[in-house]
Structure formats: structure tokens, C-alpha cells
């Protein structure tokens, strides 16, 4: 089933003093389907992070439309934009956004606190997702007592305790060592095996060989995708890797 369907999206800014144009995006379109998990790549400039500002309501495109559920983005808000995204998406960043001020515990249950869920409920919703991450001894401690990988797994915790309709993730690895990030990728998998859709920016082939489908973006625009099929990860790490090498390139078609 279609969650999020993405309608030719463009995003054009305007820069320096003679307001010249800059089209980050020019016509993206692309469906992910409910239980899907889709990487997407590309060099750095091709607007990878515009359009994951776009899917997460923080940014809005010049024109097209993006639709959640059937619900399009163009009918929410300002106002309720916060609302909006605390209850129907998740979010995982390179750097954690962790507040420093509490403990892994209160920035977990924060999106809760906001919504002003019953103390029950929260701690109802903790026990699992913290025992599944292996965190369930670190809720205590602070995010400066705590290793990248242990905050990077408190931080998916936050993400996920909403029980969001699609985890947005941007550079999940990025901050991490190898064996941390191999932990959150196979922490990414289960959640996936469980039903959680998945989107997420990565320039790591290994990171995206995770993933079911990646999308290739060049130059505002989707250059190409594959699918996994039934390939292990290193057979699918292969071939996103001679994609990436086609795309840096300017090659034409799929390998």
C-alpha cells in the first residue's frame, strides 16, 4: 500500500544580492509503499537534504506536492506543522539532537511529554523499545555520559516511541564507528522486519545496502533506482556501489 507518494517536487531558492535562482530540486517524484525501506544517495549538492527538509515539513517546495497517507503537506498548517510532525513522523539526525540538560530517558519520552500522554502509557511504550536497542541500563545517564552509538540508539528511540507512519533518517551513521553503525542498521532491519517504514539519506553504500531500494538523485532529479530483490547485503553493497560509480560519472541507465 502507498504511504508517502512524493509529486514533482521543485525547490527553487534565491540567492546573493541580484536574487539569482538555484533549483535544488526539479520535478522528484517517487512512491514508498507502507513497510518499504528506501535509501536514498547522491553526491553532495544533488539535494538529498532538501528533500528530506521537505518530507519532514521543515522546508517547502517551490511546487509539487507531497502526500502522506493521502493527506497532502500543502494543507498543513504553520501553525500546526510541530503538531503534525511529532505525531505521524520520526526523526533520526547525524548528530543526535539530544538535549544535554536530561537524561537519555526524558529525551526519549519528550515527543510524549508534549503530547501530553499519561505517565502510564509513556512508561508502557519505553520498556520495549529500550530493551530492544539495548539502552534499558543507560536511560539514567546523560548524553555526555554515553558513547555516539549509545546516543545514536537512545536518539531512534525518541524517534520511534511515537510509533511514527514513516522514520525519516538523515546520515543515521555518519557520526559513528563501524561496529556502532552496524548495530543501528541491524536495529534499523528489525524495525523494518516489524512493519516501520524507512526513509533514509545516507552517502555509506554499507548504510544503504540495508535498505530494500535506493534512489540515486543528481543534479535536483532522480537519476535512477534499484531494487534488492532477494540479494544479501553484500551482493545488493556491490551494486550500489557500481551505481555510485555510473552517477559520479554521469553515466546513463542502471548496473
Partial sequence: MELLKVSNITKVYNTGKGMRQFKA?????FD??????VAIMGPSGSGKTTLLNILATLDKPTCGEVLLDGHSFNRVKDSESARFRREHLGFVFQDFNLLDSFNLKDNILLPLVLSRMDVNEMERRLSPIAKMLGIEELLTKFPYEVSGGEKQRAAVARAIITDPRILLADEPTGA??????KRL???????????????????????????????????????????RAEESNAAFFDRIVSNLSVLSEGGNGLV
Fill in 25 to 29: 530540486l526539479n520535478g522528484v517524484s
Fill in 176 to 181: 559513528l564507528d563501524s561496529k556502532s553503525s
Fill in 185 to 227: 542498521l541491524d536495529n534499523f532491519a528489525r524495525l523494518n522486519s516489524q512493519g516501520k517504514t524507512i526513509l533514509m539519506v545516507t552517502h555509506s553504500a554499507f548504510a544503504a545496502s540495508y535498505a530494500s531500494r535506493v534512489l540515486f538523485i543528481r543534479d535536483g532529479g532522480i537519476f535512477s533506482q534499484i531494487y
Fill in 32 to 37: 514508498v509503499h507502507e513497510g518499504e525501506f
